[in-house]
């Protein structure tokens, strides 16, 4: 019990300075510190996803929320439309974005468009139907509209479990918050910025960040890595690797 | 257990990997073929990109062509001139097939082309077999019915570079064997496939190679002409995997030894039939993937 409320006052003080350096003098001040279990996560071979824990404290008041954004590493990323040709489906039409979240995670104690307005959810950029859209150099949607193909970013990217929304944030007692960051095992390696964001009566009065930094590790990073950079060289290490493993099959079951 | 394939950057269960690769060797064991046209689309099933699948698969049929050449090499089954002819026709034709294979990449059909080329490919191998073996199995129960002659004489005989075949006992223009293993090179880039599924019944019923030389000669050629897959797409597209090309090779040899044994106790043509229903069956299941009205008609890739 001692023991706790000690860590609440640390971070209590602590979050004093945080909210002193972050929010908008015009603001509401908001008391806001958060903190990760793991900063790193390393893609090893037996890797199948990470489970992070987010968790803070805020001076609450009856009317405030947290919003937790995980963005990962930014991509271009190509969707394709199938029509049906001659019978079978083929891809006949397609579009590049540029800049778009390999990961985005975005948590609320409640839903979104309950803690603020939309325009300032559209301002903020919170939200998966707010994550920019932006069309690479030379790309055009020719075929259908516009709220079409981002929808089927949104739902694709849901579906491969690399974009999230939902409003799991739980605050205990009032002032310590808690979430999950899942990140599937797919997620590509970089640099992860997480924003927590304090709302007060729809206001954003104050917010801090923090960093998770996923990599490759181990052997399956060496060999990603080797690939890569050394194709010709990998490209005969892997022909003498089979060579060998097929002169040994042989040599093993000869009867 | 769950491994992390560091080329394909999927987590996938490594007793699904080495019992797929059991499954295949197993009817690669039993069938006496390559079983990298099993292989690559039972991969795509299962999650892996198909451009991985293929430059993957191609690793794999190197070190299960190795093993399976040895065998034939000791008993003096490989007709090497030949085998170098075809092979000088597959470097060309494997080499061809790699940039096709990165160019429909680029486009965005590659996946497309890879199911198209196998369910052409699969569904005509399936469907002779499928004839040939039944002709076979009614004809032994006719025993005076006419026998076929060895083998007939039609224009391709007639191409220049006459050159003498003298382990398999054929007098035939060198254009012919160098056309065919530049053909098969194609579809062994793209399909990622030894090609053995061709080649073997081309050799026989094309050039009228003696049975007893084919399978060391094709094998002895496929060697070759998968590694310089494996080095291309290595180089230019980064699809070979050697982790789950080991996981797949581990379960494959494994599931041969019980294969051959299971195979020396059926008939030849009763084989066939079986293999080609196994080969029919895989090829129905990519003509449902690309006619069936898919459940979204928006795809998406993350570029690298």
Redo the contacts between chains.
């Keep these: 019990m001692i023991r706790s409320s000690i860590a609440k006052l640390t971070a209590f003080v602590m979050g004093l300075c945080f909210a002193s350096s972050l929010s908008h003098p015009a603001m509401a001040t908001s008391v806001l510190v958060a903190d990760l279990n793991e900063k790193e996560v390393q893609?090893?071979?037996?890797?199948?996803?990470a489970n992070l824990l987010l968790f803070g404290t805020i001076d609450r008041e009856i009317s405030d929320d947290v919003v937790i954004i995980v963005e990962g590493p930014p991509?271009?990323?190509?969707?394709?439309?199938?029509?049906?040709v001659g019978?079978?489906?083929?891809?006949t039409e397609?579009a590049?974005l540029t800049n778009?979240p390999?990961f985005y995670q975005i948590s609320s104690t409640r839903p979104l468009n309950v803690i603020t307005s939309s325009k300032s959810l559209e301002e903020l950029q919170l939200g998966l139907n707010h994550v920019p859209f932006t069309l690479a150099k030379g790309s055009a949607i020719s075929e259908g509209v516009f709220e079409?193909?981002q929808a089927?970013?949104i739902?694709?990217?849901e579906k491969?479990k690399l974009w999230n929304q939902n409003s799991d944030v739980s605050i205990r007692k009032g002032v310590l918050f808690r979430s999950n960051i899942s990140l599937p095992?797919?997620v590509?390696p970089g640099n992860y910025q997480v924003r927590i964001l304090h709302f007060r009566s729809g206001e954003l009065i104050g917010e801090t960040n923090s960093i998770i930094v996923v990599r490759?590790s181990g052997?399956?990073?060496d060999?990603?890595e080797f690939?890569?950079k050394y194709?010709?060289a990998?490209?005969?290490?892997?022909?003498l690797?089979?060579?060998f493993?097929?002169?040994g099959?042989?040599r093993?079951?000869r009867r | 257990m769950y491994i992390y394939l560091p080329i394909a950057e999927i987590s996938i269960n490594i007793f699904l990997i080495l019992g797929l690769g059991g499954v295949v060797g197993l009817l690669s064991g039993i069938f006496g073929v390559g079983g990298g046209f099993l292989m690559t689309p039972l991969l795509i099933f299962l999650g892996v990109p198909a451009a991985v699948a293929v430059g993957t698969e191609a690793n794999q049929i190197v070190a299960a062509s190795v093993s399976g050449v040895l065998a034939h090499w000791r008993r003096g089954n490989v007709d090497i001139k030949m085998g170098l002819i075809l092979l000088a026709g597959g470097i060309l034709g494997s080499t061809i097939g790699v940039s096709i294979f990165a160019v429909l990449r680029e486009l965005g059909q590659i996946d497309l082309a890879i199911k198209l080329s196998f369910i052409i490919f699969l569904g005509i191998i399936g469907t002779l077999m499928l004839f040939e073996s039944m002709r076979t199995i009614l004809r032994s129960r006719r025993p005076n019915a006419k026998r076929r002659r060895l083998h007939q004489h039609t224009w391709l005989h007639g191409l220049p570079f006459k050159t003498r075949f003298r382990k398999s006992k054929l007098y035939i223009s060198a254009l012919l064997p160098f056309m065919i293993g530049a053909f098969v090179g194609v579809l062994s880039a793209i399909m990622g496939v030894g090609g053995g599924f061709i080649m073997v019944p081309a050799m026989i019923y094309l050039l009228g190679m003696p049975t007893s030389v084919v399978v060391g000669t094709s094998l002895f050629q496929i060697i070759f002409v998968t590694a310089n897959v494996t080095f291309l797409q290595s180089v230019q597209t980064q699809t070979v995997d050697v982790v789950l090309a080991g996981l797949l090779l581990i379960g494959g040899v494994i599931g041969a030894q019980f294969g051959t044994r299971i195979g020396a106790l059926l008939r030849g043509e009763q084989l066939r039939g079986l293999l080609a229903l196994i080969v029919l069956a895989v090829c129905l299941k990519l003509v449902t993937d690309v006619i069936i009205t898919p459940e979204d008609f928006f795809s998406l890739e993350i570029l690298r």
């Design positions: 893609i090893s071979t037996d890797f199948n996803g991509r271009d990323v190509a969707i394709r439309l199938k029509s049906r019978g079978i489906w083929i891809n397609s590049t778009i390999s079409d193909w089927a970013l739902r694709n990217m491969s095992a797919n590509l490759k052997l399956s990073a060999i990603f690939a890569h194709s010709p990998y490209g005969i290490f892997a022909i690797f089979a060579v493993m097929g002169w099959a042989a093993v079951f």
